[in-house]
């Protein structure tokens, strides 16, 4: 499975960058697919459809809404996409050191603006697998190798 990570810096003086990790539409299943948000990722000279990794990896129960918040999924799912998105972009850019992906990342230097497309294992409905371990859930895990497409800033 393709994921399309990204480094963006925010406009201000001071060097601090947005980390994401987006998965195009067509990576996902197609039974998924009309029920994903769709987001527009950065790629080379094109945009491509993509959605989170919330809804890729979410369980079939999520799509029921109504389950949803009674069990608590919600912000469950949340968290594991979040973790599981973090280890994605440390894997790709080593300087982002934080457990879970923060809407600002500061920097003491400026590496500049960069997307890359890294291939993982396959994510879709991964949730129920992943969650019970996801405290000790390694790049690994997912298919990725550290420090083989790693682009430090």
């Known amino acids: 499975m393709d994921i399309i990570v ?12 947005q ?10 299943g197609p039974a ?3 029920r994903c948000v769709v987001l527009q990722a950065t790629l080379g000279n094109g945009r491509v459809p993509s959605t989170r990794l ?18 608590g999924l919600a912000a469950r799912l ?12 440390r ?13 600002m990342f500061a920097l003491d230097h400026d590496p500049g603006d960069a997307r890359f497309c890294v291939t993982t294992a396959d994510l879709n409905g991964i949730f129920d697998r992943v969650s019970p371990d996801i405290e ?14 790693r682009r430090a800033a």
């Open 6 to 17: 990204s480094r963006l810096r925010l406009a201000g003086t001071a060097p601090i960058y």
């Open 19 to 28: 980390y994401r990790a987006r998965v195009p539409l067509y990576e996902v």
């Open 32 to 34: 998924r697919r009309p």
């Open 54 to 71: 919330a809804d890729v990896i979410a369980p079939d129960s999520w799509f029921e809404r109504h389950l949803a918040i009674p069990c």
């Open 78 to 89: 949340t968290f594991v996409a979040r973790r599981i998105e973090a280890l994605i972009i």
């Open 91 to 103: 894997t790709v850019y080593p300087e982002m050191t934080a457990e879970l992906p923060p809407l």
């Open 136 to 149: 000790t859930l390694m790049a690994a895990d997912l298919g990725l190798h550290q420090g083989g497409d």
